[in-house]
Nanobody, 126 residues
Framework: QVQLVESGGGLVQAGGSLRLSCAAS????????MAWFRQGPGKEREFVAAITRNGGRVYYADSVKGRFTTSRDNAKNTVDLQMNSLQPEDTAVYYC???????????????????WGQGTQVTVSS
């Protein structure tokens, strides 16, 4: 059983920064792509960012491109999301997710991920 635990959320003013971290259990972390999703108030869960198994390629939603950066440390079983220039529309619960299948490139679809963290709240005030 895999466990994902996010941390680092909080309240920040517009223009500020936060860094989220996701710690994963299990010995095969490096075999799986990882992703970040978010769910704002009254909205569906949406793709934010993803990273390949070795961190060599990253993907971002258009809404966060140039502001957010994801990275991973396979030695520590962690994946991070650095969020800069935060805006009120970034307010959401942020989730990390583990790809359903190993050795596959990440895709921006919720159905491709079968393990999810509990989420961490990010609130951006104007």
């Amino acid at each position: 059983q895999v466990q994902l635990v996010e941390s680092g959320g909080g309240l920040v003013q517009a223009g500020g920064s936060l860094r989220l971290s996701c710690a994963a259990s299990g010995r095969t972390f490096s075999n799986y792509a990882m992703a970040w999703f978010r769910q704002g108030p009254g909205k569906e869960r949406e793709f934010v960012a993803a990273i390949t198994r070795n961190g060599g390629r990253v993907y971002y939603a258009d809404s966060v491109k140039g502001r957010f950066t994801t990275s991973r440390d396979n030695a520590k079983n962690t994946v991070d999301l650095q969020m800069n220039s935060l805006q009120p529309e970034d307010t959401a619960v942020y989730y990390c997710a583990k790809s359903r299948l190993p050795y596959r490139d990440p895709v921006p679809s919720r159905e491709a991920y079968n393990y999810w963290g509990q989420g961490t709240q990010v609130t951006v005030s104007s």
